[in-house]
C-alpha cells in the first residue's frame, strides 16, 4: 500500500510521467516486461529512489514488437497432396437487429467455455464483415482425414447454430462447402 501511494504521489510531483506499475497496466504487459524495456533502452525513464518513472508520451507511443520470429519472404504456396485434401464450410449470415451487443456476449461465453470445437476441426473463424456490418462469416476448416462422419459433423453443426439461433438471423444464412486447391 505504501508503494502505491508513493508511485501517486511521485506522479503528481513530475508531471507527464507515470510509475512502470502504471506503464504495465497502459501497456497491458508486466512490470517486470517494463523494466526489461528499460534495460534494453526501448523505454526511457527517471529513477526517483527505487521508482522507474516513464514519461507518458513514451508509454503512449510505445510500440510492441511481434513476438516470434518475423519472417523475411512470405511461405510460397504448395500442393495438397491427393491423399489428404482441405475442406471448409463458410457461412455467411446476418446478426439479428439489435442484438450486436448479445452476439459479442456469446462469443465470450463460447471462448470461455471452449464451447463448439467441432470435431477434427483444425481452424475455426467468425469474421465481422466490414463492408456489411450487420453481417458476420463463420469459417470452419477441416483435413479430409479428420473430418468425423456426416452425422456427427451434421450435428455438431446443428448445435452451433442452435446455441447462436437467438443473435443470427439463420434464415438469412449462406453455406458455401469449399475445397482446398493451394496453400502455405
Not at 510460397?76 to 471448409?88: P, V
Not at 449470415?93 to 476441426?121: C, D, M, N, W, Y
Amino acid at each position: 500500500m505504501f508503494m502505491a501511494e508513493n508511485e501517486d504521489l511521485l506522479e503528481i510531483a513530475i508531471p507527464g510521467h507515470v510509475s512502470a506499475q502504471k506503464a504495465a497496466q497502459i501497456l497491458g504487459v508486466s512490470a517486470d516486461r517494463i523494466y526489461k524495456y528499460i534495460q534494453d533502452g526501448r523505454l526511457h525513464s527517471r529513477q526517483v529512489g527505487h521508482l522507474h518513472m516513464i514519461p507518458i508520451e513514451d508509454v503512449e507511443a510505445f510500440q510492441r514488437q511481434p513476438s516470434g520470429r518475423v519472417r523475411k519472404q512470405p511461405p510460397a504456396w504448395r500442393l495438397y497432396r491427393s491423399n489428404i485434401q482441405l475442406g471448409s464450410t463458410a457461412i455467411r449470415v446476418q446478426i439479428r437487429p439489435g442484438q450486436q451487443e448479445a452476439f459479442q456476449e456469446k462469443l465470450k461465453a463460447l471462448l470461455e467455455q471452449q464451447a463448439h470445437l467441432l470435431t477434427g476441426s483444425i481452424q475455426r473463424y467468425i469474421f465481422e464483415d466490414e463492408d456489411a456490418p450487420a453481417s458476420v462469416q463463420i469459417w470452419l476448416v477441416w483435413k479430409s482425414n479428420e473430418l468425423p462422419d456426416t452425422a456427427t459433423h451434421e450435428q455438431e453443426l446443428a448445435a452451433l447454430q442452435a446455441e447462436l439461433a437467438d443473435v443470427l438471423d439463420w434464415d438469412t444464412a449462406q453455406f458455401s462447402h469449399l475445397h482446398g486447391l493451394l496453400y502455405t
